[in-house]
């Protein structure tokens, strides 16, 4: 970081404002909003500016810049349209161990002014370092449309009753999750829509009703994070995400996913390789119920949709029997977020009318258990999960049972993410391709017409094999 991000209190101070004109203006405004008091100086002063510099309790000064002037000052901004003043300005002052901005030069400033959106009490500040203004502007404004012009009176009314919850809740994270529901409850809704002393009365009702028992109790949230690319969680995903305050995940999830959880919450990785697991079933199982009974919430991440092939069933197994909260959050599966990113659809009017998914892990005694007879169903999509090792034996099973060897057939590795890599070939000659092609996991299988698809819809990344 070039610039370190404060907010600064200047009530009452003095700052020095060398320049006259609207750029100066434009400071003044702001300083004067913070409560600064003003020593403006320059020869010549628009008439607002005179007013403003009143209003503040300071003085305007017409003259030239001195250095004297920036006895007992705080802060010194300059801003006028003459390079060598503002030079001067900012090397007296760093001389001085003064603060300086210097208005559209950095190199003469030792602090900078963020873009701000302002919903007073609540002020949201960006900045780009003076790297790049225009994105810090940009962000501004998603953040300006985002942010409800009310939420300024929210953050006042929540504020205001802050002592009243400290002495009804003395538990900091009982009146943490407190707000949290208010913010996200009819409070706020009422609030935004200008209610305000409703939203008020609620409120108190709501503090005399609190229970710091009900709220610190903990929850789990089962939740999928899709194929990878982070796009595709779905919005009460990423809510949850960012309220848990423990994740624990496996091998599938991807590290963009993970970057999307609260900042403070600890992320535990559970593993989940093939034969090859960190933790047992059972051990991750007891971790839910145990941090759960803790009173934290728990958000166990799985790759894809935590019911398909993801063992979620027996997850919830041990968090239903120990009576713990929980809710189950659908994600993208693999399937359906590889065939989208291949441009390969699982079912088409033409060419396929079912699909079925099948794991490729079955194993009994060495040899893939698998019913092949069932898989013989004329315009049925077969995808296979967890398939790339059995692939020959999956590739000879279907052949054996009288599958048509010529039937278009697909391997996605690393689907949905920026080195997706797809395989096309055959159902008979996809295990030598696909072993030529040195996949990297996790892989998908596809096979069925759909396939034959693939050249006309194909549309993300550029690796075809
Ligand atoms: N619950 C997950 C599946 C877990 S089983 C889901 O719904 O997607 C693990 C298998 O999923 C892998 O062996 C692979 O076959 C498939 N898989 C998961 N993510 C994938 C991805 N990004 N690309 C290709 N295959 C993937």
């Given at each position: 970081?070039?610039?370190?991000?404060?907010?600064?209190?200047?009530?009452?101070?003095?700052?020095l404002?060398?320049?006259?004109g609207?750029?100066?203006?434009?400071?003044?405004?702001?300083?004067?909003?913070?409560?600064?008091?003003?020593?403006l100086?320059?020869?010549?002063?628009?008439?607002?500016?005179?007013?403003l510099?009143?209003?503040?309790?300071?003085?305007?000064?017409?003259?030239?810049?001195?250095?004297?002037?920036?006895?007992?000052?705080l802060?010194?901004?300059?801003?006028?349209?003459?390079?060598?003043?503002?030079?001067?300005?900012?090397?007296?002052?760093?001389?001085?161990?003064?603060p300086?901005?210097?208005?559209?030069?950095?190199?003469?400033?030792?602090?900078?002014?963020?873009?701000?959106?302002?919903?007073?009490?609540?002020?949201?500040?960006?900045?780009?370092?003076?790297?790049?203004?225009v994105?810090?502007?940009?962000?501004?404004?998603?953040?300006?449309?985002?942010?409800?012009?009310?939420?300024?009176?929210?953050?006042?009314?929540?504020?205001?009753?802050?002592?009243?919850?400290?002495?009804?809740?003395?538990?900091?994270?009982?009146?943490?999750l407190?707000?949290?529901?208010?913010?996200?409850?009819?409070?706020?809704?009422?609030?935004?829509?200008?209610?305000?002393?409703?939203?008020?009365?609620?409120?108190?009702?709501?503090?005399?009703?609190?229970?710091?028992?009900?709220?610190?109790?903990?929850e789990?949230?089962?939740?999928?994070?899709?194929?990878?690319?982070?796009?595709?969680?779905?919005?009460?995903?990423?809510r949850?995400?960012?309220?848990?305050?423990?994740?624990?995940?496996?091998?599938?999830?991807?590290?963009?996913?993970?970057?999307?959880?609260?900042?403070?919450?600890?992320?535990?990785?559970?593993?989940?390789?093939?034969?090859?697991?960190?933790?047992?079933?059972?051990?991750?199982?007891?971790?839910?119920?145990?941090?759960?009974?803790?009173?934290?919430?728990?958000?166990?991440?799985?790759?894809?949709?935590?019911?398909?092939?993801?063992?979620?069933?027996?997850?919830?197994?041990?968090?239903?029997?120990?009576?713990?909260?929980?809710?189950?959050?659908?994600?993208?599966?693999?399937?359906?977020?590889?065939?989208?990113?291949?441009?390969?659809?699982?079912?088409?009017?033409?060419?396929?009318?079912?699909?079925?998914?099948?794991?490729?892990?079955?194993?009994?005694?060495?040899?893939?258990?698998?019913?092949?007879?069932?898989?013989?169903?004329?315009?049925?999509?077969?995808?296979?999960?967890?398939?790339?090792?059995?692939?020959?034996?999956?590739?000879?099973?279907?052949?054996?049972?009288?599958?048509?060897?010529?039937?278009?057939?697909?391997?996605?590795?690393?689907?949905?993410?920026?080195?997706?890599?797809?395989?096309?070939?055959?159902?008979?000659?996809?295990?030598?391709?696909a072993?030529?092609?040195?996949?990297?996991?996790?892989?998908?299988?596809?096979?069925?017409?759909?396939?034959?698809?693939?050249?006309?819809?194909?549309?993300?990344?550029?690796?075809?094999?």
């Amino acid at each position: 970081m070039d610039y370190l991000p404060v907010s600064w209190r200047i009530k009452d101070q003095t700052v020095l404002l060398v320049g006259g004109g609207e750029i100066a203006l434009r400071k003044a405004r702001l300083l004067v909003r913070a409560g600064a008091r003003l020593r403006l100086v320059s020869p010549e002063v628009v008439p607002e500016l005179v007013a403003l510099v009143e209003e503040s309790g300071g003085e305007t000064l017409h003259q030239r810049f001195a250095e004297t002037q920036l006895d007992g000052v705080l802060l010194a901004l300059a801003a006028t349209d003459d390079e060598a003043v503002n030079r001067h300005v900012s090397e007296a002052a760093q001389a001085r161990g003064i603060p300086v901005n210097v208005v559209d030069n950095p190199p003469l400033c030792t602090f900078i002014f963020p873009a701000i959106v302002d919903r007073y009490p609540l002020l949201i500040s960006i900045t780009s370092g003076g790297a790049a203004p225009v994105a810090a502007r940009w962000v501004r404004s998603r953040i300006e449309s985002m942010l409800p012009a009310r939420w300024g009176q929210l953050a006042a009314l929540m504020g205001s009753r802050r002592q009243r919850l400290a002495e009804k809740l003395p538990n900091i994270s009982a009146r943490r999750l407190f707000w949290e529901k208010i913010i996200d409850g009819p409070v706020a809704e009422k609030t935004l829509a200008g209610q305000t002393t409703q939203a008020g009365d609620m409120l108190d009702q709501a503090i005399e009703d609190a229970d710091a028992e009900r709220l610190t109790q903990g929850e789990v949230y089962l939740v999928g994070a899709g194929p990878g690319d982070p796009d595709l969680l779905t919005f009460r995903a990423l809510r949850l995400l960012q309220k848990a305050d423990i994740v624990l995940y496996d091998r599938l999830v991807s590290p963009g996913v993970l970057e999307l959880a609260r900042r403070d919450a600890e992320l535990v990785y559970v593993g989940k390789k093939r034969s090859e697991h960190v933790l047992p079933q059972d051990q991750i199982n007891q971790l839910l119920v145990r941090y759960a009974s803790e009173g934290k919430k728990v958000c166990r991440l799985k790759g894809g949709d935590p019911f398909i092939f993801g063992r979620g069933g027996e997850e919830l197994e041990s968090v239903v029997a120990a009576g713990i909260n929980f809710q189950v959050v659908p994600g993208v599966t693999a399937a359906a977020g590889c065939a989208a990113y291949a441009g390969i659809p699982l079912t088409h009017r033409d060419h396929a009318q079912s699909v079925r998914f099948v794991t490729g892990h079955r194993k009994e005694n060495g040899e893939l258990n698998l019913p092949w007879k069932d898989f013989l169903t004329p315009g049925e999509t077969l995808v296979f999960y967890m398939g790339l090792v059995s692939l020959p034996d999956i590739s000879a099973g279907l052949i054996l049972a009288g599958r048509d060897p010529a039937t278009p057939a697909a391997m996605i590795s690393q689907g949905t993410q920026a080195d997706q890599q797809v395989v096309i070939g055959t159902l008979e000659n996809l295990p030598a391709q696909a072993a030529a092609a040195q996949p990297v996991a996790p892989t998908l299988i596809i096979i069925g017409d759909v396939v034959g698809l693939y050249p006309r819809y194909s549309w993300f990344g550029a690796g075809t094999a």
